[in-house]
């Protein structure tokens, strides 16, 4: 009885596990994240350097055209949760591409305007809605959809690239407006916008599931992928009614809307003219904010770093509680030159800027699961709104008062009752910090 060879295809051979990557894709993915988001930064360096032009240009009150920057920062904040699920539903990549198109069409268009309206609906509702769809809420969602270990890390890179965006561009449109006119700056903002489009559009994946892998830090083989939820806008609201019933939220959500009304709402947008006000050159000041950017880098993700070790709340605590007492100096540090105590300010306050960010989002995550970046998005809605609140009362109390002093000292007050509410923040049987990877 001869035997016959097996063919080689027919052999029972063992299969080989698919070799890891030396370094996970879940870190390429969050680097295009982090210059996405850097991309799209130039909106936000924008506002303060436009006060002034636009006042001498058209006459405007600071009033009116803070309340432009009001608007958009608030639909900034209410855009987001909206835009999470939308990401769930449609995909990152569509989502954040169209909303970077958005931003760079609202933008472009402030250069034709001669109406105070037509800047509210530029400036106002179509950089506002573009730009809440490039929220917090992405870099909530990139974290948790990329990352079990290192969550807190990857949450405070991707919030510094905003600071890093705003180191990029902010000296280099103070100088626009300065020599040129503020439409070049408008200009620049929007192309810079359009530029990012198609690296997101051919670099960005929407789950490890598209590549064959688990998150990064995951135990067990891939997840497949989850099936596309439908009706976007009701899982929003929904997750709104539910969290709404729960203390946590409201402590969140209150804690964050003076984290915007004390730094977005009215250091990125009230700095420079209270400066200026002060005798300062408009350049000098915008390179201090731009230096808080650089801080801000360095504090957020030393932040990451420290949420993914310590209890969340009683940071967020500590970072109040600094940021309430530099803006209480603040008013007696402002002058017409550049000198040590305020360049000990900006250091200090640039380590705090977005530092409660990471924790933030690591408490939401902690107290509603897998809506938490539905949830932080909602929290962030409210910390835009405070910031929406402050940049238009800030510019009403400067035409009123004739200064900004007041709102320094009632935001340092602010910050103070923040640090309160986020001490009784109730802990979770899951409130552990996450151990960091080996």
Same mark, same amino acid.
């Given at each position: ?12 051979? $063992? ?19 982090? %210059? ?22 058209? +006459? ?137 489009? $198609? ?16 998150? @990064? ?30 203390? $946590? ?10 984290? +915007? ?10 700095? %420079? ?44 605590? %500590? @970072? @109040? ?16 030159? %550049?000198?040590? $105590? ?43 709104? +405070? ?16 200064? @900004? ?34």
């Amino acid at each position: 009885m001869t035997q016959t060879a097996e063919a080689p295809e027919q052999r029972d051979l $063992p299969l080989r596990p698919r070799r890891a990557p030396r370094v996970h894709r879940a870190w390429f993915v969050a680097a295009v994240a982090f %210059v996405t988001i850097i991309g799209a930064a130039g909106f936000a360096s924008l506002p303060g350097l436009l006060i002034e032009p636009l006042h001498d240009e058209f +006459g405007w009150s600071r009033g009116t055209i803070g309340l432009a920057v009001s608007l958009n920062l608030a639909l900034y904040g209410l855009t987001a949760p909206f835009a999470a699920s939308l990401m769930d539903r449609f995909g990152i990549r569509k989502v954040v591409a169209g909303a970077l198109t958005v931003i760079a069409t609202g933008a472009m268009l402030t250069v034709f305007m001669t109406e105070a309206w037509q800047l509210v609906l530029c400036w106002g509702v179509l950089v506002g809605l573009g730009s809440g769809s490039m929220a917090l809420a992405f870099a909530a969602t990139i974290a948790n959809r990329w990352f079990v270990k290192r969550r807190g890390l990857v949450t405070g890179i991707l919030t510094a690239a905003g600071a890093s965006g705003q180191l990029i561009f902010l000296p280099g449109l103070s100088w626009i407006v300065d020599r040129h006119d503020w439409r070049p700056a408008a200009v620049t903002v929007a192309l810079a916008a359009l530029a990012v489009v $198609p690296f997101v559009w051919l670099l960005m994946r929407d789950h490890p599931a598209d590549v064959g892998l688990a998150a @990064y830090g995951a135990d067990g083989p891939p997840e497949p992928r989850p099936r596309p939820r439908p009706q976007a806008a009701r899982r929003a609201i929904g997750a709104l009614v539910s969290a709404a019933r729960t203390g $946590p939220f409201w402590l969140l959500a209150g804690t964050f809307a003076i984290c +915007g009304a004390s730094t977005n709402g009215l250091v990125r947008t009230h700095f %420079v003219p209270a400066a200026h006000d002060h005798g300062m050159a408009v350049t000098a000041a915008a390179s201090l904010l731009a230096v808080i950017g650089v801080f801000d880098i360095i504090g957020t993700i030393a932040s990451g770093w420290f949420t993914d070790r310590f209890d969340a709340r009683r940071l967020l605590a %500590v @970072y @109040y509680a600094l940021r309430g007492l530099s803006l209480m100096f603040l008013p007696m540090l402002l002058a017409d030159t %550049v000198h040590p $105590p305020m360049i000990f300010f900006i250091v200090f306050y640039g380590l705090d800027w977005v530092a409660t960010v990471p924790p933030t989002i690591a408490l939401c995550r902690e107290q509603y699961g897998e809506d938490s970046a539905i949830v932080f998005g909602w929290v962030l809605a409210s910390h835009q709104v +405070g910031a929406g609140l402050v940049a238009f009362l800030g510019g009403v109390a400067r035409d009123a008062f004739g200064s @900004y002093d007041v709102v320094w000292y009632a935001s340092g007050a602010l910050c103070a009752i923040a640090a309160l509410m986020a001490l009784v923040i109730r802990r979770t049987g899951s409130g552990d910090p996450v151990p960091a990877a080996v």
